[in-house]
């Protein structure tokens, strides 16, 4: 099997973004005028790339922000490995609001190295992500391809990083990135290198 080249970027931004709510594997959600925005400059910034396909999760969120790649008749997957992890209960509330403290509880207990809780409602932890995430790369290295788009979400990327680096998952918030963040990962001979890491350039400028 030959040298693989991903490139892996973060949805962008939506509506629930700007507003602050939790967006998870079970929230449908659409991009902000921004998000939009952001999804064009990453398309003028690397148009010239010559994916030969394009993988998404399943969640709309990730399909939108493609869409132009997609309009040129690029081959889409949608894999439900690289969707964002579930937070249960906590999907669609105010991540700040007094009825969602559990959400950064179970963050905070993520981060002492017990990776075991979910959240109620169908929640899910690291591990279980990790795993799916697994079966979802295993397949992609398995096609045909040797250089591949792929667009997933913040804290399913952060796991991603995290577990092909070699690291603990409990340190997966060592990894910041921001909405259209680029990575490149390069897999050979059953190994993961990270090219480029959290590139931004693309969408720097609309921030002024």
């Excluded at 709510?21 to 449908?28: H, S, T």
């Excluded at 169908?122 to 045909?144: C, F, H, M, T």
Aim: charged residues 30%.
């Amino acid at each position: 099997m030959g040298k693989k080249t991903l490139y892996v970027i973060r949805h962008g931004q939506t509506l629930h973004n700007q507003k602050g709510i939790v967006q998870g594997r079970y929230v449908r959600s659409e991009l902000s005028k921004l998000g939009h925005r952001q999804a064009q400059a990453f398309f003028d910034a690397y148009k010239d790339v010559p994916f030969q396909k394009i993988y998404t999760s399943t969640l709309h969120r990730t399909i939108q922000t493609v869409k132009p790649f997609l309009d040129l008749g690029i081959p889409h997957e949608a894999l439900p490995g690289l969707d964002e992890i579930s937070w249960g209960d906590s999907e669609g509330r105010h991540e700040r609001g007094e009825d969602n403290k559990q959400y950064f509880e179970i963050i905070d207990t993520w981060k002492s190295g017990d990776l075991e809780p979910r959240l109620p409602g169908g929640g899910e932890n690291p591990l279980d992500v990790r795993k799916r995430q697994q079966e979802a790369l295993e397949y992609i290295v398995s096609q045909p391809e040797d250089l591949v788009l792929v667009c997933m979400h913040g804290r399913a990327l952060k796991i991603l990083l995290t577990w092909i680096s070699g690291k603990p998952l409990k340190d997966m918030d060592n990894f910041d990135h921001d909405n259209l963040s680029l990575y490149i990962l390069e897999y050979e001979n059953g190994k993961w290198h990270i090219a480029k890491n959290d590139e931004r350039s693309h969408v720097q400028k609309l921030r002024q």
